[in-house]
T-cell receptor, first 116, second 111 residues
């Protein structure tokens, strides 16, 4: 149990286009989801915390107008990278938390974004 | 959340126990020690967590010193598939709290 999927697993796009990444909790409802970004040979950096039905909370330095997060249901959160540029190329990972009483988050497999 | 310090890299022979240390000297009384690992190009995987008692599960054991200022993750019989970056994270309990990842320890299991 406790599976989180991401789609797509890999995407290549042209500079200036927008890319949407989906994060789904397959067998549980996630009250909270998190979005991370990881550059090569670096650690994961938290971008934002997403609660179902409310606005996401962004970490300092993360542009909320560039990285649009929508958590419209208890099983789906989306991250849209708007007007992507080569410096946005990265590994994007989501995690999901089922709710009270559960001590850990479950991570998705990640999405590799390459902006040409 | 308290800061953690881990060695940058470690090597271990296949079949031997891998002992990964973590220092968290500023840990406060309500903070837990969590361990995650990340195999190359995958999302992190939860391993184990503890507050002050030693913990064991099917993946690993967690030994926390009495003063809680350091801990050791033990993989009892390391396999090649255990090659990964291991992250020690200290934070208040509750899975909905955000995780702050440090640089972790890159563990290489050698045949």
């Amino acid at each position: 149990g406790a599976v989180v999927s991401q789609h797509p697993s890999r995407v290549i796009c042209k500079s200036g286009t927008s890319v949407k990444i989906e994060c789904r909790s397959l067998d549980f409802q996630a009250t909270t989801m998190f979005w991370y970004r990881q550059f090569p040979k670096q650690s994961l950096m938290l971008m934002a915390t997403s609660n179902e039905g409310s606005k996401a909370t962004y970490e300092q330095g993360v542009e909320k107008d560039k990285f649009l997060i929508n958590h419209a249901s208890l099983t789906l959160s989306t991250l849209t990278v708007t007007s992507a540029h080569p410096e946005d190329s990265s590994f994007y990972i989501c995690s999901a938390h089922p709710g009270t009483g559960v001590y850990t988050q479950y991570f998705g497999p990640g999405t590799r974004l390459t902006v040409l | 959340d308290a800061k953690t310090t881990q060695p940058t890299s470690m090597d271990c022979a296949e079949g031997r126990a891998a002992n990964l240390p973590c220092n968290h000297s500023t840990i406060s009384g309500n903070e837990y020690v969590y361990w995650y690992r990340q195999i190359h190009s995958q999302g992190p995987q939860y391993i184990i967590h503890g507050l002050k008692n030693n913990e064991t599960n099917e993946m690993a054991s967690l030994i926390i010193t009495e003063d809680r200022k350091s801990s050791t993750l033990i993989l009892p019989h390391a396999t090649l598939r255990d090659t990964a970056v291991y992250y020690c994270i200290v934070r208040v309990g509750g899975g909905a709290q955000k995780l702050v990842f440090g640089q972790g320890t890159r563990l290489t299991i050698n045949p």
